[in-house]
């Protein structure tokens, strides 16, 4: 059974920094893109940022110089170091593994259940 676990989402204020962390199981991790999503309230999904299972990274234009994607593949983990974070930064963030290098939500293989991060003003 495939699990997706993410942690480390929370409440700060703007300038903060949030470190998400997702525990994969279950699956050949080094063989799947890990990708980032998030959900704000009355919102769509949209990508955040992926990385390859190469080490390929990607990211939504509006994140790009704040947040960090890295992954270890001998710890089965993702990571997204959020730094200098906004309100609007503000939403549920989901892991998910998919095996190819997409920014779509779709034809996701497995998704975790998602974190809340709170940025303050």
């Known amino acids: 059974q495939v699990q997706l676990v993410e942690s480390g989402g929370g409440m700060v204020q703007a300038g903060g920094s949030l470190r998400l962390s997702c525990a994969a199981s279950?699956?050949?991790?080094?063989?799947?893109?890990m990708v980032w999503f998030r959900q704000a309230p009355g919102k769509s999904r949209e990508f955040v940022s992926i990385i390859s299972w190469s080490g390929t990274i990607a990211y939504t234009d509006s994140v790009k110089g704040r947040f960090t994607i890295s992954r270890d593949n001998a710890k089965n983990t993702v990571y997204l170091q959020m730094n200098s974070l906004k309100p609007e930064d503000t939403a549920v963030y989901y892991c998910a593994a998919r095996r190819y290098f997409s920014r779509s939500d779709y034809q996701v293989d497995y998704w975790g259940q998602g974190t809340q991060v709170t940025v303050s003003s």
């Open positions: 279950g699956l050949t991790f080094s063989r799947y893109a």
